[in-house]
């Protein structure tokens, strides 16, 4: 079975500083790799997508970037946070008719 | 585009009893996915149960399972014997199974439904 790890666990960053978050995946190759955001009180919300190497497709405009540069890598970056920024960051992994597995998440407050 | 919608924001329920979460969607496709999803404190995201939406059949997994209403566009979940450890948040989500490009192949979540166990 899959297993994808995210790092860190936590985060505290101040306003306008840059961010990096970082999904790898073990268990299955070629899989497809989403970002979702939890704000606080609310459900999973779509960020990025990812078929493969260098593929993103953005679901809705935001302050982030996401980057698959390895098969079983997926990024999530920004260079300057804003406030609105917050919340639980959560990386998953799903294959054609299967289930998406989750990450442990990222909880990340921007000061 | 797709939405799910939980109408319950919070439930509560007696150890050993049965409770029921209640799901809607709305969706002009014909074939899909459905799932639940679990989020306790530690706010893993954790696959309960799931139904294609071709299946008659409503999905079990032994203490949870669902009534599937397609034409109602209806979605609930069903917990009995309810134990301490079901407490959490509870998550229903939509799938297309028609890839169009973009996140069309991304889940679409529900707001949650927070259950509650009472001992």
């Known amino acids: 079975s899959q297993t994808i790890h995210q790092w860190p666990a936590t985060l505290v960053q101040p306003v306008g500083s840059p961010l990096s978050l970082e999904c790898t995946v073990e268990?299955?190759?070629?899989?497809?790799l989403y970002w979702y955001r939890q704000a606080a009180g609310r459900g999973l919300q779509l960020l990025f997508y990812?078929?493969?190497?260098?593929?993103i497709s953005s679901e809705v405009p935001q302050n982030l970037s996401a980057s698959r540069p390895q098969d079983r890598q997926f990024i999530l970056s920004s260079k300057k946070l804003l406030l609105s920024d917050s919340g639980f960051y959560l990386c998953?992994?799903?294959?054609?008719?299967?289930?998406?597995?989750f990450g442990d998440g990222t909880r990340l407050s921007i000061l | 585009a797709q939405t799910v919608t939980q109408s319950q924001p919070e439930m509560s329920v007696q150890e050993a009893e049965t409770v029921t979460l209640s799901c809607t969607y709305d969706?002009?496709?014909?074939?899909?996915?459905l799932f639940w999803y679990k989020q306790p404190p530690s706010r893993q995201m954790i696959l309960v149960i799931r139904?294609?939406?071709?299946?008659?059949q409503n999905a079990t997994e032994n203490r949870f399972s669902v009534n599937f209403q397609k034409a109602a566009k209806s979605f609930s979940l069903k917990i009995s014997d309810s134990q301490l450890g079901d407490a959490a948040m509870y998550f229903c989500?939509?799938?297309?199974?028609?890839?169009?490009?973009?996140?069309?192949?991304?889940?679409?979540f529900g707001k949650g439904t927070h259950l509650i166990i009472q001992p």
């Open positions: 990812s078929v493969g190497i260098g593929q």
């Open positions: 998953a992994s799903g294959r054609d008719n299967q289930p998406q597995h």
């Open positions: 268990g299955t190759s070629n899989p497809n």
């Open positions: 969706t002009s496709e014909s074939d899909y996915y």
């Open positions: 139904q294609e939406a071709y299946k008659q």
């Open positions: 989500a939509y799938r297309s199974l028609k890839y169009s490009g973009g996140g069309a192949d991304g889940l679409t």
